[in-house]
């Protein structure tokens, strides 16, 4: 059994020999948000004094379309599960920002990323949100053919042709990298490594292994919601007495804390009640716990958000993932999984639904709230609120998102906005 960390529990310690404070994995000249610089400096006041966001920030097509362009197409995104391109020869393509990427396995076993877009006349390699598996990589339009690191193989009736240098026309190359089995795509090809800025979380996440897990459980969502709504939601447990009764039968709504981390992500734990093994409709666990967890690992959930678009859960027993992909500034999709320890899903007769279905009842209680926070935000008449005491984790992402709207790296954190507060999360 490996103990966790003493990181894993309570405000997050800076750790020495990461320079997270001066990664910047957003590329570094970001033009500022079309977005009323009074209200961005109001959600950057200290907690306990700030205000949520402007509202343009949840209806406007125009921060939608800078944030696609920025956020999720100016650094780093997560966009697959490793599970998902395990073999040599799978191919998938997904949505980047306002555009999407093309994902490939190689032979050797090494993940490659190209913009989705054919080097003869711009087709799509494979349409958003396909896949195939194939040992080369083939624009359905006049059939041109890469190898699966990307280099041209054959372009059809241009053999021989003089000035054409098959060399180069291979497909365009962007940063790709797996972090504990999922797959996030610096869409800018600008940004500096992910993993540096996410040591301080790696500590956190490594007793769960969620790279050796198996996902069994998956659902997909369709929530009329920004995804910062949903992603606001995720970090506070403040609503929880009022729309979750079943969470708060397994876990003290109060219960828990949030870290005070340096990195691109925002989280806390919470704890289960006596008697209770993981977060299912009864409390009972019908899988195994994780292998790597220690006893306070056992008692509790960590609930993470990496910026801009990745939730994680981290349970006694499995991991629940969200991925959220924005459609519209009212719109966003969430791919939702569910995945266990392998010893689990082998055991004869094995049932991811105890966690899908307590999972799969919170969601919906939890999109219907977020979807009448957008409608409500449709008023004119509304005006940035408070946020609670419990609130400090939903404070760290806003603040997140305000700065990058400014044109700051979104999780450098001038001292004089930083302030410890206990808080639940849900
Ligand atoms: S656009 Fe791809 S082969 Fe023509
Ligand atoms: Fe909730």
Not at 215 to 233: C, P, V
Not at 365 to 380: F, H, K, N, P
Request: hydrophobic content about 40%; charged content about 20%; aromatic content about 10%.
């Amino acid at each position: 059994m490996v103990s966790q960390p003493e990181v894993a529990r309570g405000p997050v310690a800076p750790v020495a020999s990461a320079p997270i404070a001066s990664v910047v994995p957003v590329a570094s000249v970001v033009p500022v948000a079309p977005i009323d610089p009074a209200g961005l400096a109001e959600s950057l006041l200290p907690f306990g004094e700030s205000r949520m966001l402007p509202r343009a920030a949840y209806v406007d097509p125009a921060i939608f379309s800078w944030e696609q362009k920025h956020f999720f197409d100016g650094g780093w995104s997560c966009v697959a599960f490793s599970a998902e391109l395990a073999n040599p020869g799978d191919q998938r393509a997904v949505p980047v920002g306002p555009g999407s990427v093309l994902l490939s396995r190689d032979d050797d076993g090494i993940l490659r990323a190209f913009a989705n877009t054919c080097r003869h006349r711009g087709h799509e390699l494979l349409p958003c949100g396909g896949s195939a598996q194939r040992p080369s990589i083939v624009c359905p339009y006049h059939s041109w053919t890469f190898e699966l690191d990307g280099g041209l193989k054959t372009a059809k009736g241009f053999k021989g042709t003089p000035g054409f240098d098959e060399s180069q026309w291979g497909l365009i190359s962007l940063p790709v990298t797996e972090w504990r089995g999922l797959i996030f795509v610096d869409g800018s090809g600008k940004a500096t490594p992910m993993e540096p800025a996410l040591a301080e979380l790696d500590e956190l996440v490594a007793p769960y292994e969620p790279e050796r897990l198996v996902i069994a459980g998956r659902h997909s969502y369709d929530a009329a919601a920004n995804w910062k709504i949903l992603t606001e939601n995720y970090h506070e447990c403040y609503h929880c007495p009022m729309i979750h009764p079943e969470l708060c039968r397994v876990s003290p709504p109060r219960s828990g804390e949030n870290y005070q981390p340096s990195g691109p992500w925002v989280g806390g734990w919470m704890d289960l009640r006596a008697g209770m093994d993981t977060m299912s409709l009864d409390g009972s666990s019908l899988g195994v716990p994780l292998r790597g967890l220690d006893a306070t690992g056992l008692r509790t959930v960590i609930y993470v958000n990496i910026f801009p678009n990745v939730l994680l859960s981290l349970h006694p027993d499995y991991v629940m993932t969200h991925l959220l992909t924005p459609l519209a500034a009212d719109r966003t999709l969430i791919e939702c999984t569910w995945a266990f320890a392998p010893e689990a899903v082998d055991t004869p007769g094995f049932d991811p639904g105890y966690a899908v279905e307590f999972w799969d009842i919170t969601n919906r209680q939890d999109w219907g709230a977020c979807e009448s926070v957008q409608r409500g935000l449709t008023s004119e008449h509304a005006v940035p609120g408070p946020l609670s005491p419990d609130e400090d984790a939903v404070y760290q992402f806003v603040t997140q998102v305000a700065r990058g709207y400014s044109g700051q790296p979104p999780w450098h954190k001038p001292a004089t906005t930083q302030r410890a507060g206990a808080a639940a999360v849900s």
